[in-house]
Every structure is written in structure tokens, then in C-alpha cells.
């Protein structure tokens, strides 16, 4: 049993009873460390990245695999024991912090924020914060249980997710936590030169990635070149084609390949983050492995790969849907157009599964000896279509940002508890049970504040009583998107400012004041000059917009779905008006009818309701004035 704690305490991590870390790290391990990565008279050859042999042109793939090369690099004299030792301490985000009065709609600043509390307080302090995977309702108390060990199965994707939601916020709220996370990672990589990849390791590779980018510490380079090193030489390759293998030596297919995703991602993001060519050739490798001969896909993009469970093969959405994923980001990396068409035909087959009018997917597709009376929405289903419509747009593959509107403002934001007091009372209901070890009672309500569902259906947080109230899986695969729908939503270039999605937001160009679905305008307030496209929903006809520019009435023209306004200049204010309206759809989920009535792309009611943490309770939204609250707002520098 887990001893009451208090999530709030502010005691440095080193300095609490019973935790003893190492926070520099001695000359024995920073020589270590240069050895393994860069190669002394300490260092064997064979600590290398490019290849000694030519490349082989082709990717015929034989049944027996040949080992993948290892490489070379050129010493770097940068990555010095401070730098090292700087990996392991927070990385401070500087910026401008300010409160402002918005409306009272989504704002995924906010929703960041709340799930930073889950991604640091749905952990175990006593067990390096490892995370807890599930939590059980029908017990008087509610636990949560489950640990997964750092580096097991899916830690990675709560350490990417929680950086990236710090540049978000600017939040140092429990910022001990990602201190004893980094601190452990750079020690256990140091002592092991581990391989990294699955879901825990791709994740990791994108978290190394991206601390790069933000902090530019060449030791993260460093650490990256060795990762896909130490991958180049595991690996198995024939020709251009790299990939994995059973214990029998024989190539991964089918539902074990579907791992390999992750792995995609992630030596896609040290590609994309240092431009490292060992990186891209073997993400090269991998994606044609994965496009075309893991069995994971059919031609035309359909999902194969099924998993094995006692009631007979599964078609399980997510597993093949990040795999997708994982080609399109390489797509969107390499600018590679056959990877793009092939996304689009992945993700054009995954919107018949679902329900994309609100982005409803299920855990499963098509078939599944199933006895389980609902059909579950996994957060991480709607997240692969979030994340596959945003890089699609991006490639140029078409315009998905309605997809993208409709599945943040409905099932994948209302997959996020805001209120955690449902679960006390219906765990209240049942059987007092003592807390037993491996098992975590303590402020509950509180601390899953911020987490995502595992099992939703289309109208409730919890499908069923029988399944778990969190999922640390989905937690961690939704804290990564919330980054991605917010970094997309805006863009600036060459003074032009783009708004791809009409959400609360501010920047370094302009903040924008979303009045949606409230009424149908956005404010603009201008902080730097420049051109104007806002892109109109796609349930707005465009002869209806109205634009002012300081309450001037300013004409409009369109190219495509965006509104072009002529230069603006700092301090000015732009609205945007146009009309919203209700409308009524029947639609049936699972053989279960459901009546939505939806204003603009959002759910405003649904029948019939949940019965657990219900969803779509926006009454508030139907009124056509909208309420203001106040809010804390950061621009990072």
C-alpha cells in the first residue's frame, strides 16, 4: 500500500526522505559516454553511424535477413560534462505571461494545463513516477494500479507528452517529476546504450527530438545519433528495406509489426530535428518495411493487422492507425509523395469505420468476437485521425481541417475529465476494500483530473463500470496531440498570418478570441503586422462573412476556404462575423441511435445522455451570446 502523500509539496526530489539520485554525473560516466558516442582509443570501432560499405539499390527483400551495417561519425567536441550534466535538470521555458478576458469556449492552453496534473500525479512517487496504466470503479475506495516500469511499453509517450504541454503552458507545476525522469533516462542510457523502440522507445526518440530542438544542447544530438546507431546495428536489412525479426530470425509481420510504428516516429522526429543522415536512411527502411511488406496494410490502405485474443482475431484500430501515422510523419519529413497518397488512402479507409461527423472510432474495426454490449471509443483511435488529417493538410494531400475541428471539439476534448468526483461517488456504491499493495487510493478525484478515457462510448467518459477510468496510453497519445491541433492552428510566414482552426489562442503575432459556438465570430488582436487568412468553417458559406478592421468595415476576398485581409498593423483589432445555427442528426453507434443537435461543428446535446461523466452537458453553448472568463495566458520566447 502506497503511503498518503501530498502532490503539492515543492521539496527538490533529492531532498526527500528515502530518494537518493545522483544529479551530476562523475568523470568515469561523461568519458563513458563520449566513448560510446563518439568513438575514442576507449571506444570500439564498431560505435558508429554511416555506413563503411556502398548502399545497395535494392529492396528486394529475401527471407533471410543480413545484419543492418553499423557506421561512423565524425567527433563532436561539444558535448562536454556540463552540457551532460544540464540534460538532467528541467529545461526552463522563458517567456510572456499575462491574463486575458476571452470567451468562455475551447482553449487547449487550458486543457494543456489540466493534463500536465495527470501526466505528473497519476504516477508513483515511490517508484521513479512511473506511471499507473488503469484504475477500477467498482471498489470503495477507487484505486488506481497497474505501474509500467520506465522503460517498459509506453512511458515515453507521457515524457514527450508533458514536455511538449510545458512550451505550451509555461508551466512548472510538479516540474520535479521531469527532473527525476531525465535524470534517470541520461543515467540508464549512459550505463546501457539501449535500443529503443516499440511504443516506450519510439516515444523516447521523440522526446530526445524534440529537447533538441528546444534547447539546443548538442548532448540530445548526441544521444540521438547513438539511439539510431545502436538500432542500425540490431536491425536486419535486405537492400534498402530495414526491419525486424522473430526469434526464428524470420521478418516481423502482422500484428507484432504494427510496434514498429512507434519506432517510425521516432527516428522520423531525430530526422527531422538534426537532419541526421543515418536517421533518414534508416527511416527510409523502416517505412518501406512497414508500407510494404509487414502485412499491416492492403494496397489501397486498408487496416490487416489483427491481434490475437481467447475470442478470435481483433482488428484493432489504433495499433494500425499510428502505423499510419508514423508513414505520414515521415511523408510530411521527407516530402515523399508516394507515402503521402498512401496516408490518405489509410486515413479515407479509417473515416468509414467511425463516425467522423464527431469523431467517434472504435477500438475495434469490423470484427471481434466481442461479447461487451457497447462499442468503445480508445482516445488514442481519434487521436490517429487527428494526428493523420493534420499531416495530410500539411503534405498537401488535401484539406482536412474540418475533420480536424469536428474530432477536437467533440469526442476527443469530451474524452478529457475535467471532474473527477463522478468517480468517488460510484465507487461509494460499492464494497469497502482495503487498498492493497501495487495499489494507489490516495486523492483520486483529484490527481485524474486531465486524463483521457480508455473505454468511451458516445455519450459517456465511462462505457461500461466493468472498465478502467484511465488509460495511460490514451493520456499520453492525447497530451501529444493537444501540441500538435494547437502548433497547426496558426502559422506565420513571410508576413502572413494563417488561422487554420478558430480556437482561443495566443502568439507571438496576434491572440485570438474565439466566440464559437456561442456566436459565430473570432477577434483577432493584432501584435505584429501583417497579411490575414483566416480559414471559414465548412458549415459557413463564405458569401455570409463579414469582416471590420477596428470597426471599419474592410472587404473580403477568398482563396479557397480562407478569408484574405490586406495588411494590418499592430494594435489593430479584426472580427470576423458570420452565422451559426442549429441542426438535428440521427446517427447509430454500436446499434445504439443516438440524436445530436449540433451548432456549427460542435455537440450541444445529445440523446440518449451518459450515465456515468456524461458528455455534450454545453447547454450553456445554446444560448448566442457568449460569457467571458478571465484567463491566465503564456507566449513562449
Request: charged fraction near 20%; glycine fraction near 8%.
Amino acid at each position: 500500500m502506497i503511503a498518503t502523500w501530498n502532490p503539492g509539496y515543492t521539496t527538490p526530489l533529492r531532498q526527500r526522505e528515502g530518494v537518493v539520485m545522483n544529479s551530476k554525473f562523475n568523470r568515469r560516466s561523461f568519458l563513458k559516454f563520449i566513448a560510446v558516442i563518439f568513438g575514442t582509443s576507449i571506444a570500439s570501432a564498431c560505435e558508429c553511424f554511416i555506413d563503411n560499405e556502398p548502399e545497395k539499390s535494392s529492396t528486394t527483400v529475401t527471407t533471410t535477413p543480413t545484419p543492418a551495417s553499423t557506421a561512423t561519425s565524425t567527433p563532436s567536441p561539444w558535448c562536454t560534462e556540463e552540457n551532460l550534466n544540464n540534460l538532467a535538470q528541467p529545461f526552463e521555458i522563458t517567456g510572456e505571461r499575462y491574463k486575458l478576458s476571452v470567451p468562455d469556449t475551447l482553449d487547449l492552453q487550458e486543457r494543456a494545463e489540466i493534463t500536465i496534473n495527470a501526466l505528473t500525479r497519476c504516477t508513483n512517487p515511490d517508484e521513479n513516477y512511473d506511471a499507473y496504466f488503469s484504475g477500477e470503479l467498482r471498489r470503495n475506495p477507487p484505486v488506481m494500479y497497474r505501474q509500467m516500469p520506465f522503460p517498459q511499453d509506453f512511458m515515453g509517450k507521457w515524457w514527450e507528452g508533458l514536455g511538449l504541454l510545458r512550451y505550451v503552458t509555461g508551466s512548472t507545476f510538479n516540474n520535479y517529476v521531469d527532473q527525476h525522469w531525465r535524470e534517470i533516462f541520461v543515467e540508464w542510457f549512459v550505463k546501457y546504450s539501449p535500443l529503443l523502440e516499440g511504443p516506450g522507445g519510439g516515444r523516447l526518440l521523440c522526446w530526445i527530438a524534440n529537447n533538441y530542438r528546444l534547447e539546443k544542447n548538442i548532448c540530445w544530438a548526441a544521444i540521438a545519433e547513438q539511439a539510431v546507431g545502436t538500432l542500425l546495428g540490431t536491425l536486419s536489412r535486405s537492400g534498402d528495406v530495414y526491419f525486424f525479426t522473430d526469434a526464428n530470425g524470420v521478418m516481423e509481420t502482422g500484428w507484432d509489426a504494427t510496434y514498429r510504428g512507434w519506432t517510425l516516429q521516432g527516428v522520423t522526429s531525430i530526422y527531422a530535428a538534426t537532419g541526421d543522415s543515418a536517421a533518414k536512411r534508416l527511416a527510409d527502411g523502416l517505412a518501406r518495411y512497414l508500407k510494404d511488406y509487414a502485412r499491416i496494410f492492403d494496397v489501397d490502405g486498408s487496416f490487416l493487422a489483427s491481434q490475437q485474443s481467447i475470442t478470435g482475431n481483433a482488428l484493432h484500430f489504433h495499433h494500425n492507425g499510428n502505423t499510419m501515422v508514423g508513414i505520414s510523419e515521415y511523408a510530411l519529413a521527407t516530402g515523399d509523395q508516394e507515402y503521402a497518397a498512401f496516408a490518405q488512402k489509410g486515413y479515407e479507409y479509417a473515416l468509414s469505420s467511425g463516425l467522423p461527423l464527431v469523431g467517434f472510432f472504435p477500438e475495434y474495426i469490423d470484427y471481434w468476437n466481442d461479447t461487451r454490449p457497447f462499442v468503445p471509443n480508445e482516445t488514442c483511435c481519434t487521436v490517429d485521425m487527428i494526428m493523420l488529417a493534420i499531416n495530410l493538410t500539411k503534405i498537401g494531400q488535401g484539406d482536412y481541417w474540418d475533420d480536424v475541428d469536428r474530432y477536437v471539439r467533440n469526442q476527443f476534448i469530451e474524452m478529457q475529465m475535467r471532474d473527477g468526483n463522478w468517480i468517488i461517488q460510484t465507487a461509494s456504491n460499492h464494497g469497502n476494500q482495503p487498498v492493497e499493495d501495487g495499489e494507489d487510493g490516495d486523492q483520486i478525484a483529484d490527481r485524474v483530473v486531465g486524463s483521457f478515457a480508455g473505454w468511451a462510448s458516445a455519450n459517456d467518459y465511462q462505457a461500461s463500470i466493468n472498465e478502467p477510468f484511465i488509460s495511460a496510453c490514451c493520456t499520453g497519445n492525447a497530451a501529444r496531440a493537444i501540441f500538435y491541433v494547437w502548433e497547426n492552428m496558426i502559422e506565420y510566414n513571410h508576413g502572413m498570418l494563417k488561422l487554420n482552426l478558430l480556437f482561443n489562442r495566443v502568439s507571438p503575432w496576434a491572440d485570438i478570441l474565439s466566440y464559437i459556438p456561442y456566436e459565430g465570430r473570432v477577434d483577432i488582436k493584432m501584435k505584429t503586422a501583417a497579411a490575414l487568412g483566416v480559414r471559414i468553417p465548412e458549415w459557413v458559406n463564405t458569401r455570409d462573412v463579414t469582416c471590420s478592421v477596428d470597426e471599419m468595415t474592410t472587404q473580403l476576398s477568398f482563396r479557397g476556404r480562407y478569408a484574405l485581409v490586406n495588411q494590418v498593423q499592430v494594435g489593430s483589432l479584426v472580427t470576423l462575423n458570420f452565422p451559426i445555427s442549429e441542426r438535428t442528426v440521427q446517427e447509430e453507434i454500436g446499434d445504439v441511435p443516438y440524436t445530436f443537435i449540433i451548432k456549427g461543428n460542435d455537440v450541444v446535446s445529445i440523446d440518449p445522455p451518459g450515465s456515468f461523466h456524461p458528455f455534450y452537458t454545453r447547454a450553456k453553448y445554446r444560448t448566442n451570446e457568449a460569457r467571458w472568463v478571465t484567463r491566465k495566458r503564456f507566449v513562449a520566447s
